[in-house]
């Protein structure tokens, strides 16, 4: 699409709203940055967004002789894509991008895009760290923390460009086509925002909709969702599985982590890669993401002797399961990536001790159930906070658990857990919901956690 000096709606004032509008004024587009709370100051969005040509902002609402004025609108994730006001640009037929789709538009190089339920960060960092041992300019983007629009122009045809790609990206994007993209896992979350599982599902699997045969997509066996897609995938598809022993694939047998491959004469050959102890990561679910990492840079011709190299060497990211430090003889762990219960459940059960649970925060929709059966007699004290403090409180009693604490702040809840432990006992904070109402994203929430941690005498 021609953009210069056409003028361009970006709706949405955060860091990917101010990316793309980096990214529309350097090819000399003329981005206009809305937001409709009416509390933001548009001087202040100016400057956090620094020297961008001809860029202008509005608050509240778009005057009606300016909303024909625009060939372009393009939303930040979380932006729905079904707010009213967008309409009338449809009616129009006004093109709407996220700002994913607008990145790819002006991007060079091959693009791998990762998605799931659960498991995107630490898989997308760590794709991102195997591609750096071995590819010479490579980008880790997305929701991992960085704008595709800060990069989108600098890559070349020789550039990696490694995506964490959200539900929320995918529900605009159109022509959207990574060379490998990846589904590590589907289960309800998001509701709130996409209202249906069926629509969930949906904007996972336009991660590899633009896909051909000649691209690749690594889906898990275990996922009854993405083992489905698999017979409809218009990519290339390659398994990773924790349970079974696949034909193709890379699968857990026992503690080793084997790829079963085909070779030139046609014959199954099989391959031990690693020990699951020899890595620093814990938890199955991490078992999983080394897989799915293990399939992704095969995918791009990386050798498994540098992959393996890299696996080995790679610790856990911020937020997901990260050890904090010992205390007075207590772990505590951050896992405030937790962010619904299914993530929830794998940060549980990486815990082998006894242990002070601290849950709960903005109400997304979710059912609690199965995260509690996976208590499986570990959590000796759940202590909740935020607005679902009393909807899990009730959940975790019809599930028989007993030493359930609330507390109205972050903080008490924190000190709760202190005196709730004992030498060999962990703390985790594994909320199994989002930060909001509390703290502006589950990043600060763990650091908070991080903090107090530090406070404790050794």
């Not at 895009?113 to 983007?141: C, D, P, Q, R």
């Not at 995918?299 to 992959?307: G, Q, T, Y």
Request: charged share 25%.
């Amino acid at each position: 699409m021609e953009l210069q000096g056409k003028k361009v709606l970006v709706v949405g004032s955060g860091k990917s709203g101010i990316g793309a509008a980096g990214l529309l004024g350097k090819i000399g587009a003329l981005p206009v940055i809305f937001d409709s709370n009416e509390k933001l100051c548009a001087t202040d969005i100016k400057e956090k967004a620094g020297h961008i040509p001809e860029l202008e902002v509005r608050i509240g609402l778009i005057p009606e002789e300016e909303k024909k004025e625009f060939v372009l609108v393009v939303l930040s994730p979380g932006v729905p894509a079904d707010l009213p006001m967008l309409e009338e640009y449809r009616r129009f037929s006004v093109p709407i991008w996220g700002e994913i789709e607008l990145a790819y538009e002006f991007s060079k190089g091959k693009l791998i895009a990762i998605t799931g339920t659960n498991g995107k960060t630490t898989t997308t960092a760590l794709v991102g760290e195997i591609m750096n041992a071995y590819f010479k300019s490579v980008y880790v983007v997305g929701n991992i923390g960085n704008p595709y629009t800060d990069i989108a122009l600098d890559t070349k045809e020789d550039t990696v460009t490694v995506a964490e790609i959200s539900s929320f990206q995918l529900e605009t994007t159109h022509e959207f086509k990574p060379a490998v993209s990846a589904i590590l896992n589907i289960t309800p979350d998001h509701l709130n925002r996409h209202h249906t599982m069926e629509c969930y599902v949906e904007m996972k699997e336009r991660v590899a909709a633009k896909q051909t045969k000649e691209d690749t997509c690594i889906l898990n066996y275990e996922d009854a969702y993405t083992r489905d897609f698999g017979s409809r995938c218009p990519g290339s598809v390659q398994y990773f599985s924790s349970k079974e022993e696949l034909e193709e694939g890379v699968f857990l047998d026992g503690e080793e982590i084997v790829m079963a491959k085909r070779d030139a004469l046609g014959n199954r050959v099989k391959q031990r890669l690693l020990n699951i102890h020899d890595m620093n990561l814990v938890g199955m679910c991490n078992v999983e993401n080394v897989m799915a990492a293990v399939l992704i840079c095969d995918a791009m011709n990386v050798p498994m002797k540098i992959i393996i190299k890299v696996i080995k060497e790679f610790k856990a990211v911020e937020h997901r399961i990260e050890f904090v430090a010992t205390k007075k003889g207590v772990d505590y762990y951050n896992d405030s990536k937790g962010t619904n219960p299914d993530a929830a459940i794998q940060g549980i059960r990486a815990m082998n001790r006894p242990t002070v649970l601290i849950g709960g925060g903005y109400d997304k929709q979710s059912e609690y159930d199965a995260w509690i059966e996976a208590f499986e007699g570990k959590v000796k004290a759940l202590v909740l906070i935020g607005q679902t403090k009393e909807k899990i409180a009730a959940c975790a009693r019809a599930h028989g658990v007993e030493n359930i604490i609330l507390a109205d702040t972050f903080e008490e809840a924190f000190q709760i857990c202190v005196s709730q432990s004992v030498p060999g006992d962990a703390v985790l904070l594994s909320p199994a919901c989002a930060s909001w109402g509390m703290f502006p994203n589950y990043e600060e929430r763990g650091n908070r956690f991080k903090e107090l941690v530090g406070k404790i005498g050794a």
